[in-house]
Each structure stands twice: as C-alpha cells, then as structure tokens.
Nanobody
Framework: QVQLVESGGGLVQAGGSLRLSCAASGRTVNNYNMGWYRQAPGKEREFVAVISWNGAYTHYADSVKGRFTISRDNVKNTVYLQMNSLKPEDTAIYYC?????????WGQGTQVTVSS
C-alpha cells in the first residue's frame, strides 16, 4: 500500500505562487508515474500534470501549461507542483496520484484558493 499526503495549499492572491508537495509512504514510488489532479466546486476532477517514474517525461493540461511545473525527488519519495501566475480559476482541491499498472493511489487533497 502507498499513502500519499499533500501539503502546501492555501490562500493566495491572483498572480501569486504556491508550491504543493506530495509525500509518499508505505513503499517507494520511484517506479510509479506521479500526477496532480484538481476538483473545483461543482465540477469533475480534472487532470493537471503528470511526471514519469524517472522524471524524463512530463505533460500538462493546456490550462496550466507555462505556469505550473511538476517535479519529483525519488530520494525523498516526494512529488511537487510549482504553481506560478495563479488565477482565480485555479481554485480547487488538488490531489496527488501514484499509478503503476493496476496500482492507483490518491491522496486526501489540499485546498488552493486564489482570490481576485
């Protein structure tokens, strides 16, 4: 089993920055693809970004491309999401995901609120 714990959320003004962290425990996630998703009030959960197990490949939703950066530290078993130039529409609960074949784990989420 893998436990994922997100942190770093909070309230920020539009144009500001936040850095989310997702710490994994229970087993190493070094061979897992890691992703970030978000869910805004009244909306479906949506994809934000993903990073391959070795960090060589990343992919972003069009809505965050150029503003968000996903990275990982396999020594610390942690994945990050650097969010810059935040917009009110980025307000959501952000979830960390670890995926390998049929293994699919989710964190409990961290709230990000961007005020205008």
């Amino acid at each position: 089993q893998v436990q994922l714990v997100e942190s770093g959320g909070g309230l920020v003004q539009a144009g500001g920055s936040l850095r989310l962290s997702c710490a994994a425990s229970g087993r190493t996630v070094n061979n897992y693809n890691m992703g970030w998703y978000r869910q805004a009030p009244g909306k479906e959960r949506e994809f934000v970004a993903v990073i391959s197990w070795n960090g060589a490949y990343t992919h972003y939703a069009d809505s965050v491309k150029g503003r968000f950066t996903i990275s990982r530290d396999n020594v610390k078993n942690t994945v990050y999401l650097q969010m810059n130039s935040l917009k009110p529409e980025d307000t959501a609960i952000y979830y960390c995901n670890a995926r390998l074949s049929l293994d699919d784990y989710w964190g409990q989420g961290t709230q990000v609120t961007v005020s205008s």
